[in-house]
């Protein structure tokens, strides 16, 4: 697999020149998991070797190049290609693309052998259209770059708040999610560094009040059942609105109740009654308790032997046992296991070069082996990298000892603790390219985020996309209470957003003021 490659280099292959420093003047000159690709013309450089591009868009590779879809008996360079391609030959591109498409024959008319399948095809499809994006960067006057690369504060704003006081009848399907409609929303606005107005707040208490059951918990909607997902959504709404009215609507008593009865003889926890077991039910009941300062061994009892038991031999987390990987339930997993003061049970090693090795030349993150890059994993799998740094030395040794947040076996403090650890290793991903990446391909110019160029914005997207924007703005940061360099903030310096805790997603003033509530609360 590919992370195994990344982790274990083939000694034969000649190390890696150091990179020099990214420009915001065009800052793909990437060294991702490993792999350096170079996207600026001129001659090459000792050490480089010159691929077979098309005139003077073509491509030159340094170093171990391991790129994330290797595609049997087909040369490197005709696998990415397409995302060098000049812009000037978009016609040979396509006849590129074209012929490389499945087909019945055993091989193509070119002789390169089988054609690709669906799933290459619409990668490569996908990287040509991001490159052309990118493209747009080359050669432009800094002030226009900058224009470019700007977050449309406003814009946002706009989308968001429009649609906490009306939603289209095309989110009828969401009606069971309508506590998530509620975080996605306000959670973005708070990133944002904006605020609603009080009649909004007012109303959004009320709101989450008919969704909270009188047995404990929160459902997707008044006389829903309730549910760990809906539950984790609506407290996090309620810490993000921040007053001590959101605060004391949320009957901390009975929710602990419903944590319990959730709970299952294996440690692991149930969404809803006899629904189904998984890595996120974990992370959603251990983060609201968690937050709430109701958290005890009680609750967190197997759920780290659980975990552990997801993680597979790629190094990611799945849902269940004997799962594939997937980037949201190895943020969950790994944030669930940092809560409970277990992360020692897992291999964070092997869960750091996974994570690592699905950011690629794209500049954002697939959330899978061989899956299309998405914006909404800028979080989940960017959060994973800006945790692990804290977690002592990462070394296939981790001990009790070394990795423990805990003094007295009380779980309150955890959350606060993790902040003050310091960034030992630096980010362990290329933070100016994300940042590229969500502001040119994910960025709605009308307001909002997407998953990808070709998608329509959503409130998902535009949640997760803001809150890997700001962790990957605040990722070289060693305090949480100074501000990032410039340099560590692609564009213009207004882009920069509120920072967030990576182990909630909530903006951290907001965290800071729900801890001191509940601090003292019985």
């Given at each position: 697999?590919?992370?195994?490659?990344?982790?274990?280099?083939?000694?034969?292959?000649?190390?890696?020149?150091?990179?020099?420093?990214?420009?915001?003047?065009?800052?793909?000159?990437?060294?991702?998991?490993?792999?350096?690709?170079?996207?600026?013309?001129?001659?090459?450089?000792?050490?480089?070797?010159?691929?077979?591009?098309?005139?003077?868009?073509?491509?030159?590779?340094?170093?171990?190049?391991?790129?994330?879809?290797?595609?049997?008996?087909?040369?490197?360079?005709?696998?990415?290609?397409?995302?060098?391609?000049?812009?000037?030959?978009?016609s040979s591109s396509s006849q590129y693309l074209k012929s490389m498409e499945p087909s019945s024959n055993?091989?193509?008319?070119?002789?390169?052998?089988?054609?690709?399948?669906?799933?290459?095809?619409?990668?490569?499809?996908?990287?040509?259209?991001?490159?052309?994006?990118?493209?747009?960067?080359?050669?432009?006057?800094?002030?226009?770059?900058?224009?470019?690369?700007?977050?449309?504060?406003?814009?946002?704003?706009?989308?968001?708040?429009?649609?906490?006081?009306?939603?289209?009848?095309?989110?009828?399907?969401?009606?069971?999610?309508?506590?998530?409609?509620?975080?996605?929303?306000?959670?973005?606005?708070?990133?944002?560094?904006?605020?609603?107005?009080?009649?909004?707040?007012?109303?959004?208490?009320?709101?989450?009040?008919?969704?909270?059951?009188?047995?404990?918990?929160?459902?997707?909607?008044?006389?829903?059942?309730?549910?760990?997902?809906?539950?984790?959504?609506?407290?996090?709404?309620?810490?993000?609105?921040?007053?001590?009215?959101?605060?004391?609507?949320?009957?901390?008593?009975?929710?602990?109740?419903?944590?319990?009865?959730?709970?299952?003889?294996?440690?692991?926890?149930?969404?809803?009654?006899?629904?189904?077991?998984?890595?996120?039910?974990?992370?959603?009941?251990?983060?609201?308790?968690?937050?709430?300062?109701?958290?005890?061994?009680?609750?967190?009892?197997?759920?780290?032997?659980?975990?552990?038991?997801?993680?597979?031999?790629?190094?990611?987390?799945?849902?269940?046992?004997?799962?594939?990987?997937?980037?949201?339930?190895?943020?969950?997993?790994?944030?669930?296991?940092?809560?409970?003061?277990?992360?020692?049970?897992?291999?964070?090693?092997?869960?750091?070069?996974?994570?690592?090795?699905?950011?690629?030349?794209?500049?954002?993150?697939?959330?899978?082996?061989?899956?299309?890059?998405?914006?909404?994993?800028?979080?989940?799998?960017?959060?994973?990298?800006?945790?692990?740094?804290?977690?002592?030395?990462?070394?296939?040794?981790?001990s009790k000892e070394e990795s423990s947040m805990t003094r007295d076996g009380s779980y309150s403090e955890?959350?606060?603790?993790?902040?003050?650890?310091?960034?030992?290793?630096?980010?362990?991903?290329?933070?100016?390219?994300?940042?590229?990446?969500?502001?040119?391909?994910?960025?709605?110019?009308?307001?909002?985020?997407?998953?990808?160029?070709?998608?329509?914005?959503?409130?998902?997207?535009?949640?997760?996309?803001?809150?890997?924007?700001?962790?990957?703005?605040?990722?070289?940061?060693?305090?949480?209470?100074?501000?990032?360099?410039?340099?560590?903030?692609?564009?213009?310096?207004?882009?920069?957003?509120?920072?967030?805790?990576?182990?909630?997603?909530?903006?951290?003033?907001?965290?800071?003021?729900?801890?001191?509530?509940?601090?003292?609360?019985?």
């Amino acid at each position: 697999m590919k992370g195994d490659d990344n982790d274990n280099p083939c000694p034969a292959v000649p190390k890696v020149r150091p990179r020099p420093a990214v420009t915001q003047s065009f800052c793909l000159d990437l060294e991702i998991a490993g792999r350096r690709f170079c996207f600026s013309c001129g001659s090459p450089e000792g050490g480089r070797e010159r691929g077979d591009g098309f005139g003077d868009g073509e491509l030159r590779v340094e170093g171990p190049i391991r790129p994330r879809h290797i595609f049997p008996n087909t040369p490197l360079t005709q696998q990415i290609l397409p995302f060098f391609r000049p812009s000037s030959s978009s016609s040979s591109s396509s006849q590129y693309l074209k012929s490389m498409e499945p087909s019945s024959n055993p091989a193509n008319e070119h002789g390169r052998g089988p054609g690709l399948t669906a799933s290459q095809m619409e990668q490569l499809k996908l990287e040509a259209h991001v490159a052309q994006i990118y493209r747009s960067l080359v050669g432009v006057a800094p002030h226009t770059q900058s224009i470019m690369l700007e977050l449309w504060r406003d814009k946002h704003v706009e989308y968001l708040t429009k649609g906490l006081k009306q939603l289209g009848h095309t989110f009828q399907v969401l009606d069971a999610n309508r506590p998530w409609l509620c975080y996605w929303i306000i959670h973005a606005i708070a990133v944002l560094g904006e605020t609603i107005d009080s009649q909004l707040e007012n109303n959004l208490i009320d709101f989450l009040s008919h969704c909270q059951d009188k047995e404990g918990g929160y459902a997707g909607g008044p006389g829903q059942m309730p549910h760990l997902a809906t539950t984790y959504a609506a407290v996090n709404t309620l810490m993000t609105l921040g007053t001590e009215r959101a605060f004391s609507s949320i009957n901390r008593e009975n929710l602990y109740q419903f944590l319990l009865r959730m709970k299952e003889p294996s440690g692991a926890f149930r969404m809803h009654k006899n629904g189904e077991i998984d890595v996120r039910s974990c992370y959603t009941a251990i983060s609201v308790a968690s937050v709430l300062n109701i958290l005890d061994a009680n609750l967190a009892r197997g759920v780290g032997d659980f975990i552990a038991s997801c993680q597979t031999y790629e190094g990611g987390i799945g849902g269940e046992p004997h799962s594939e990987a997937h980037g949201g339930y190895t943020f969950c997993g790994l944030a669930a296991m940092i809560l409970i003061d277990e992360v020692e049970k897992i291999d964070v090693p092997g869960l750091v070069g996974w994570v690592a090795s699905r950011q690629g030349i794209e500049c954002g993150f697939q959330g899978r082996v061989n899956k299309l890059v998405d914006g909404c994993y800028s979080f989940w799998q960017g959060a994973c990298l800006v945790i692990a740094p804290k977690l002592s030395p990462i070394s296939h040794d981790n001990s009790k000892e070394e990795s423990s947040m805990t003094r007295d076996g009380s779980y309150s403090e955890i959350g606060i603790e993790f902040l003050k650890r310091s960034n030992k290793t630096g980010p362990l991903f290329h933070h100016i390219a994300l940042q590229q990446y969500i502001l040119m391909c994910s960025q709605v110019l009308d307001g909002g985020f997407r998953d990808k160029p070709g998608k329509f914005r959503d409130y998902y997207h535009t949640c997760y996309c803001l809150s890997g924007l700001s962790i990957s703005q605040y990722c070289f940061m060693q305090n949480d209470e100074l501000r990032p360099k410039t340099s560590d903030v692609l564009g213009p310096y207004d882009n920069l957003l509120e920072p967030v805790h990576p182990l909630y997603n909530i903006v951290l003033s907001k965290y800071y003021k729900a801890r001191e509530f509940f601090s003292g609360a019985k």
